[in-house]
């Protein structure tokens, strides 16, 4: 997708999220790792709601966010997997559960580091979590459309297995079988 959407053959590209870096599986390409858990050995230890990069830094950002918040006991590696041990509260509404009230204040960090016409990859997964249905692209888009970002593509990526854990004995809610890719691109910097 970068050689498709980005214009340069070698473009300066952050991993904002990169965990594990299970995402780029076999990629040569050059990036900077960065993720706010030291464990994972990051190129940059930072928080990707405040990066620590002047502005215009990037031609293009990868954000591949945990799913959902705490997933609470398990007896598998499924949270650290996936990153999604961490406790997660909504600050505005004081409730616990996923990571959509990230989506504001990381969009707005990566319209500040992307140069001028830079690429936005998102790679978002629509769950079943707390028993509720939880439409990350959707609620993705609605935040993006705050920071002008223009969307150049959905693309739907089916996977080969459903995410599953050993103590779900049974399921309330279909599972989503899916994640979605969506590329942006930034036509100015974000100031604030």
Known sequence: MISFYCDKSDPDILDPTCNHRRMWGKSTR??????????????????NTAMPFPDGSFDVITYDPPHTGDQGKSKTEFAAKYGISVKSKNPETGKWGNLFHTYRPFLAEAKRVLRIDGILLTKLAD??????????????????????????????????????DSKWKKASHPRQNHCTWQAYRVHKYFTT
Request: charged share 25%; net charge negative; aromatic share 12%.
């Open 30 to 47: 050059k990036f900077v790792a960065m993720d706010i858990d030291p464990s994972v050995h990051p190129d940059v230890i930072g928080d």
């Open 127 to 164: 769950v079943t979590h707390a028993q509720r249905f939880q439409f990350a692209t959707a609620e993705f888009y609605n935040v993006v459309k705050e920071f002008d970002f223009e969307l150049l593509g959905n693309h739907i990526l089916p996977r080969k297995g459903v995410i599953t």
